[in-house]
């Protein structure tokens, strides 16, 4: 696209006269000529793309774009939003007698057996079995009976290693060494499950996945339960053959329509002149929760004007054809499509999220902010703006809230995985990000996602990185990295302005990295490391506005001038930060440790 091309070379050009700047006089006179030569050829490079750029222009003349109108004429951000929500719309609905007929499987009254015993939960996606499973979880005589009660989640693409990893997060073990073997964490996770428990294995897709992982369950002979779920029921036959798997059905018409009505009205009323179309349109969604759900949050756009329901009506496909195929996407499609324009590509940026991981509410919002998703606006705050388009995601069913505070703002959320995946799709296809994998070859996208597996293959490997705007690696556990001095893992992005690495502990060698002041268009970055000083060579950094600093350190000496790096909004510290005394106060900056 011609307007990366110019962005690159502006951007290029804005870095390298920086530097060229920072350098002392000695060394200014000995790279001159280079750079004069550099200049040159950056000059010869925009003369190029200008006639590139007009010649686009004069082919574009008489051009007229087609409107389309439809169900997306009310998509308005509501004003009104705000990050303390309703915390009585996250209750779970239904599933009364899903709920007890599982507990019955399980024996939890009775407690007549014994040894393990491994229930299965089976049905399609999208109908609620996790939210089943959560719902046993947290039911008052299993957390009488089960002393321990934990979900971890397999997915599709199996990793013994981390599966175990997250049955001991969730029991609060801390796993220092990321370099145990299989056997070793099987070993660690049957030492813990020593008192009776109950696991929820979540979205089990293969029965050789469960022979894999059943070894680190012990049979104690103390009632301890296993629940497993899937969407295949050969995988549940398999997985308890004494046990007769539990077939999840879907909703029934008094559960869906109290569902719609909760993600629309926030009660379980709706008016008399809606409640045709509110029939017709659960018709369509066939009692499936997500199908009600997603529509529901297209509705609440516009909950009380009788034509904004006919056209969603219209608009919604049957949830299933003859041939019973599932038509899940065209539900978020039609939701994705009636967000307004400046919150899709929010939405879709939580494809970057890894499956399952407790996204902070805080942090991706300053994400979306770095990533100027967020326009200026002359009454409100980026973060103010920020703020009304994520409870847009909430308002629309998109996001599922986590955890909140006492005073009910919500600190954390979570996407469903059929949303997620929808996500990943449609930001690959509008160029917006991709997920780096083994096979895939990144080196024209410019905002890139990864595991921290992988982002160690990828920067180990020399991939080319000079186009990258925003790298993000996430894990749930920190993946520690030992810094070469001569090679450092910031020397491949020269024009990156987002970089969010606080998952991977990097061990400096004594001293800090002289290549990450060379950032100079940072505007987000988050780091985790050993040192106990953050330089004043940082405070080249002036377009940054977002500092998050990770240490092991028990203080950290901030020598930067902060208070000349005039953009900077928020500094986040896990621990005591010592800022340098301020001559003169320019910014407003909100200091988070913890």
């Known amino acids: 696209m011609r307007v990366y091309e110019v962005e690159d070379v502006l951007e290029t050009y804005i870095v390298e006269e920086s530097l060229y700047r920072k350098k002392n006089f000695v060394r200014k006179v000995v790279g001159s000529i280079k750079h004069l030569s550099d200049l040159k050829s950056i000059g010869k490079t925009i003369q190029e793309l200008s006639k590139r750029v007009e010649q686009t222009r004069s082919d574009n003349r008489g051009y007229v774009p087609v409107l389309v109108e439809g169900v997306k004429r009310n998509n308005a951000i509501s004003k009104d939003n705000q990050l303390e929500g309703y915390p009585e719309a996250d209750r779970i609905i239904g599933f009364e007698d899903a709920a007890d007929h599982v507990l019955k499987l399980i024996d939890a009254a009775q407690q007549s057996e014994s040894k393990l015993k491994v229930v299965s939960i089976h049905g399609m996606l999208g109908l609620g079995k996790t939210t089943l499973a959560n719902k046993v979880l947290t039911d008052p005589n299993i957390e009488f009976q089960f002393l321990t009660r934990i979900l971890v989640s397999v997915t599709k693409k199996y ?25 070793d964490l099987v070993n660690k996770v049957r030492e813990e499950l020593k008192y009776k428990y109950l696991v929820v294995v979540d979205d089990v897709w293969d029965g050789e996945n469960w022979d894999n992982l059943k070894g680190a369950f012990p049979d104690n002979n103390n009632g301890s339960r ?62 499936l929760p997500l199908a009600i759900v997603v529509t529901g949050g297209i509705l609440k756009a516009n909950p009380k004007d009788a034509n904004w ?51 902070q509410v805080w942090k991706v919002l300053q994400l979306w902010i770095a990533e100027g998703f967020i326009p200026q606006h002359e009454t409100a705050s980026l973060e103010r703006m920020a703020e009304q388009y994520f409870r847009e995601l909430v308002d629309r069913n998109l996001l599922i809230v986590g955890k909140r505070t006492l005073s009910g703002k919500i600190k954390t959320c979570r996407i469903h995985d059929t949303l997620r995946d929808f996500c990943k799709k449609t930001a690959k296809a509008e160029d917006l990000f991709q997920a780096i994998h083994k096979n895939t070859n990144p ?52 024009l990156l302005r987002v970089f969010d690495i606080s998952s991977i502990y990097i061990n400096f060698p004594g001293r800090f990295p002289p290549k990450l002041p060379n950032l100079v268009l940072l505007k987000f970055i988050a780091i985790n490391f050993n040192l106990k000083n953050l330089p004043k060579s940082m405070s080249s950094l002036r377009n940054l506005e977002t500092l998050i600093v990770h240490t092991t350190e028990p203080t950290l000496d901030i020598q930067a001038d902060i208070w000349m790096m005039t953009k900077l909004r928020l500094l986040h510290t896990n621990t005591t930060a010592f800022l340098p005394n301020p001559m003169v106060i320019l910014i407003c900056l909100n200091v988070f440790a913890g």
């Open 443 to 494: 080196s024209s996208s410019r905002r890139l996602c990864c595991i921290n597996s992988q982002f160690l293959e990828y920067i180990l490997g020399g991939q080319p990185a000079d186009k990258v705007r925003s790298f993000l690696s996430f894990g749930q556990d920190e993946t520690k990295y030992n810094e070469d001095p001569n090679s450092s893992i910031f020397k491949p992005f020269k």
């Open 159 to 183: 990793e013994k290693k981390e599966v175990l990893l997250s049955i001991l997060r969730s029991l609060k073990i801390n796993i220092s060494d990321q370099n145990m073997s299989e056997v």
């Open 309 to 359: 329901w006919k056209d969603v009506l219209d608009e919604v496909p049957p949830l299933v054809d003859k041939k019973k195929v599932e038509r899940i996407d065209r539900y978020i499609r039609l939701s994705y499509d009636n967000l307004h324009h400046e919150v899709k590509p929010c939405f879709l940026y939580l494809g970057v999220f890894p499956e399952n991981l407790e996204i």
């Open 226 to 287: 296993v629940i497993i779920t899937t969407r295949d029921v050969r995988v549940a036959q398999y997985v308890s053959p004494k046990c007769e798997p539990y077939q999840l059905r879907f909703m029934k018409l008094q559960e869906a329509e109290e569902l719609l009505r909760m993600k629309v009205f926030e009660e379980n009323k709706c008016p008399e002149e809606l409640k045709p179309n509110e029939r017709l349109i659960l018709e369509k969604c066939d009692g």
